[in-house]
């Protein structure tokens, strides 16, 4: 096992750091606060200023991405972790040119990836890291293994919270995991379903003040607020991405807004300590570096 562990320490170190791509994760505290759905958006976005996206539908046992959009996989990342196919193999062609690595569903198995699974994943995902500029990785809400591990791996967390008092508090408590546990610093912020600007800044201040009382040294970055529009659950129902019927909404041009600031963000290396490309700050920890 020590072998195994020095073995892996050397082949994440000795692959190439210089990668280009930007990998956040997009989460939340609580279901139900549109994740997906302003993932898929915001990636679409983003691909519409000339960027190559990928999503990729971290919540392995219960898929939702390709579910939004209508799209039927003949694979998803079981087949992978099983040997059966590799991950080219399962990326599906979304809307607005992004592409999208689906989950399974119903496969209680991948709720709690094993190590192993991990690695193996790792491995697969490592392929995109020349051929994207971003990785979105929708995870699951709350702080299950599978979600922590996810979060833990990626260069810059993007919180979403609404306005509810449920989906505030859960969000405090995942920010509290995430530092305790692990060290992270530093979060961007998405307020979804918001009355007003100001309701959405209401929010992220609730949450700050939270955060400066009982943790201290936690940095949280607004990267917007999307108000409540009755036309996205249509579109979900619809399984249609919302930019691409109501491109002219406000609703629209907030997500955009958000593409780009996200866009903006540089320095992610070296921030929270983590390393140049997904999971290698946690395969690094793992094997005891």
């Given at each position: 096992?020590?072998?195994?562990?020095?073995?892996?320490?050397?082949?994440?170190?000795?692959?190439?750091?210089?990668?280009?791509?930007?990998?956040?994760?997009?989460?939340?505290?609580?279901?139900?606060?549109?994740?997906?759905?302003?993932?898929?958006?915001?990636?679409?976005?983003?691909?519409?200023?000339?960027?190559?996206?990928?999503?990729?539908?971290?919540?392995?046992?219960?898929?939702?991405?390709?579910?939004?959009?209508?799209?039927?996989?003949?694979?998803?990342?079981?087949?992978?972790?099983e040997g059966e196919c590799s991950i080219e193999d399962i990326l599906l062609?979304?809307?607005?040119?992004?592409?999208?690595i689906p989950a399974s569903s119903g496969v209680q198995e991948l709720a709690?990836?094993?190590?192993?699974?991990?690695?193996?994943?790792?491995?697969?995902?490592?392929?995109?890291?020349?051929?994207?500029?971003?990785?979105?990785?929708?995870?699951?809400?709350?702080?299950?293994?599978?979600?922590?591990?996810?979060?833990?791996?990626?260069?810059?967390?993007?919180?979403?919270?609404?306005?509810?008092?449920?989906?505030?508090?859960?969000?405090?408590?995942?920010?509290?995991?995430?530092?305790?546990?692990?060290?992270?610093?530093?979060?961007?912020?998405?307020?979804?379903?918001?009355?007003?600007?100001?309701?959405?800044?209401?929010?992220?201040?609730?949450?700050?003040?939270?955060?400066?009382?009982?943790?201290?040294?936690?940095?949280?970055?607004?990267?917007?607020s999307i108000p409540y529009d009755k036309h996205i659950p249509e579109c979900?129902?619809?399984?249609?991405?919302?930019?691409?019927?109501?491109?002219?909404?406000?609703?629209?041009?907030?997500?955009?807004?958000?593409?780009?600031?996200?866009?903006?963000?540089?320095?992610?290396?070296?921030?929270?300590?983590?390393?140049?490309?997904?999971?290698?700050?946690?395969?690094?920890?793992?094997?005891?570096?």
């Amino acid at each position: 096992m020590k072998d195994q562990a020095h073995s892996l320490r050397r082949l994440v170190m000795e692959r190439d750091i210089t990668s280009p791509i930007k990998v956040f994760s997009v989460t939340s505290g609580k279901g139900g606060v549109g994740k997906t759905s302003i993932v898929v958006n915001i990636a679409i976005m983003l691909a519409s200023i000339g960027k190559k996206v990928l999503v990729l539908d971290a919540d392995l046992g219960l898929a939702n991405v390709d579910m939004i959009l209508g799209l039927i996989p003949k694979y998803n990342i079981r087949h992978v972790l099983e040997g059966e196919c590799s991950i080219e193999d399962i990326l599906l062609d979304g809307p607005g040119g992004i592409k999208i690595i689906p989950a399974s569903s119903g496969v209680q198995e991948l709720a709690d990836l094993s190590y192993e699974q991990q690695i193996s994943l790792t491995n697969a995902l490592d392929y995109f890291s020349q051929e994207m500029d971003y990785m979105l990785v929708d995870t699951g809400a709350g702080i299950s293994k599978n979600v922590m591990y996810f979060n833990m791996s990626v260069q810059r967390i993007i919180l979403v919270v609404t306005p509810e008092p449920t989906s505030i508090t859960d969000a405090y408590a995942l920010i509290k995991v995430v530092r305790k546990k692990y060290g992270i610093k530093r979060f961007n912020l998405i307020i979804n379903n918001v009355l007003s600007i100001i309701e959405g800044e209401g929010v992220a201040e609730k949450l700050r003040f939270a955060c400066e009382r009982f943790l201290g040294d936690v940095s949280l970055d607004m990267l917007g607020s999307i108000p409540y529009d009755k036309h996205i659950p249509e579109c979900v129902r619809g399984q249609k991405a919302f930019v691409g019927v109501y491109p002219r909404s406000i609703t629209a041009q907030r997500l955009k807004s958000i593409a780009k600031g996200i866009n903006s963000i540089s320095n992610l290396v070296d921030e929270n300590g983590n390393m140049q490309f997904f999971l290698r700050r946690m395969l690094l920890e793992q094997t005891g570096r």
